[in-house]
């Protein structure tokens, strides 16, 4: 039988306790079912029919543990290209060892325990039409088990990935920091039930708060591991060092965590609430746009490489000076990258038409919802083939003026 079908409890696995114990056994049903079809009435007869059955599923079952230790996995495995057997080729190997295996013990009992079982051309045919029948009957049931144990695994799967795609949200914030000089909103849309984007917003004292956006490589559970952290870390540090110092902490610790070279872009600012001062630093992110009140647009490239990818890097830091009516829009490549049916991706210079077009007194999060709308209009009913993130931050207009230094 295939190898891949199922694991056998513990006191099967020994090779010799299942040569000993499963043919015998799998030869009851068939001495039963073979043993009313050619009328047996006596215990010896039936005792006898048992005894040809088990000669049948000794020899079966040789042939199987044969074919799936020795022919697939030495003989078959290495001629394709990534040495692993497909189901299909799995099942059509057994059928054919299960028949080969039919007329050796059919041999084997005519030869000895019963003399003339393949006296005719008659009773080889009917050999062969009952070996090929229970073949393609236990193919069957091989095909049956493998879906059901490859639906289960699949439905584990869901849930486990459900599970960390609800605990990856609940890290997401839902309700932001309210200010009487700035709104802040963000979203995040996940293209898989796990995302690799986050953002964060995460009071720093003083007055100030940062804001941050990630893109992680990658998708799924991993990504979403090395997600949760990067803001972990943010956090503990969010009161204690500048942009720059915070994201070579991370660095350092991404590429000492992270066993298969992940790497993430990433967006951190500080925001000096008294002052409208924006510090911040852009470790190879989509550079997020500065849209000012009177419509002229700045982007924030300022920083270094992406995070993880390098165990010591320094990062520089950018200084911005916000004013009431600004708005700074951060972003992941999930939606500049989105691509409509026709392959045109939705890009940089679209966001930017459509964020010049905001009317200047809109809420952060009335801007990311006319945002999204914009890019589901390109998509034309397609998903996002990326995670979709989304942050606006807008100053007030009745802010004062930003302090000089």
Sequence with gaps: MPARIGRPPAWLRSPIVRLLV????????????????????????????????AVFSYVIYLFSMLNSDVVLPRLVAPRLKDGKVPLPIEVLSFVGSALTASFVAALLIHF?????????????????????VFSVLVTGLVYA????????DR????????????IQRSFLLSQFPTSPRVQVHAFNR??????????????AGDGAFLIAV?????????????????????RTQARTLSPAAILTNMNALAHRSSATYQFATFFLARLDERTLELRYTNAGHNPPMLVR??????????????????????????????????????????????????GDMFGEERLAAVLRALPRDESAERAISDVLAALDRHLGGREAGDDVTLLVLRVLEQAAAPATV
Aim: proline share 6%; hydrophobic share 50%.
């Design 145 to 152: 088990w493998f879906f059901y144990q490859q639906s289960l």
């Design 214 to 234: 990630a893109d992680v490589a990658g998708k799924g559970v991993p990504a979403a591991l090395l997600t949760s952290m990067l803001q972990a870390s943010l």
């Design 22 to 53: 499963l043919p015998p056994v799998f030869a009851i049903p068939f001495a039963l079912f073979f043993g009313i079809l050619f009328g047996a009435r006596t215990p010896g007869a039936f005792l006898r029919v048992w005894l040809v059955s």
């Design 293 to 342: 009140a009177g419509g002229a647009m700045e982007t924030l490239s300022t920083g270094g490489t992406v995070v993880g990818i390098l165990e010591q890097i320094e990062f520089d830091e950018g200084l911005v000076r916000l004013a009431p009516g600004d708005r700074l829009v951060v972003y992941s490549d999930g939606i500049t990258e989105a691509e409509a049916p026709d």
């Design 112 to 132: 000895t325990i019963m003399p003339g079982f393949l006296g005719s051309a008659r009773s080889v045919a009917i050999v062969g039409m009952f070996a090929l």
């Design 155 to 166: 439905a584990r799967a869901e849930q486990e990935l459900e599970m960390a795609r609800r």
């Design 190 to 203: 996940s293209s898989r039930e796990v995302s690799g984007d986050f953002y964060d917003v995460v009071p």
